[in-house]
């Protein structure tokens, strides 16, 4: 069973810095990509930062520059990936979203965690 556990988050001030980490276990068939998504209120969740295998790293605009997507021990066990945000803006304020799709195209999700950006 596929399970992604995420830590980190919680308030800052503008032009602070947080960081995410999401540990995932019980994977089958190897890594495919991670990455994180935020969900703002009445928003639809969008893509913050990915990374794949080949270490292909993909970032919204609006975080290009501050945001840092990393990976450990991506072997298809025991992956960790890790969002480190600086220069934070009260418009990162949202609930982030681990995700994790493997080899055969599922797709998993954390239980999100909330940052909180105050001016």
């Known amino acids: 069973q596929v399970q992604l556990v995420e830590s980190g988050g919680g308030l800052v001030q503008a032009g602070e810095s947080l960081s995410l980490s999401c540990k995932v276990s019980g994977t089958r068939f190897g890594t495919k990509s991670m990455g994180w998504y935020r969900q703002a209120p009445g928003e639809q969740r969008e893509l913050v930062a990915a990374i794949s295998l080949s270490g292909i790293r993909d970032y919204a605009d609006s975080v290009k520059g501050r945001f840092t997507v990393s990976t450990m021990s991506i072997d298809g066990a025991g992956n960790t990936v890790r969002l480190q945000m600086n220069s934070l803006k009260p418009e990162d304020t949202a609930v982030y979203f681990c995700?994790?799709?493997?080899?055969?195209?599922?797709?998993?999700w954390g239980q999100g965690s909330q940052v909180t950006v105050s001016s």
């Open positions: 995700r994790y799709e493997d080899n055969a195209d599922f797709v998993y």
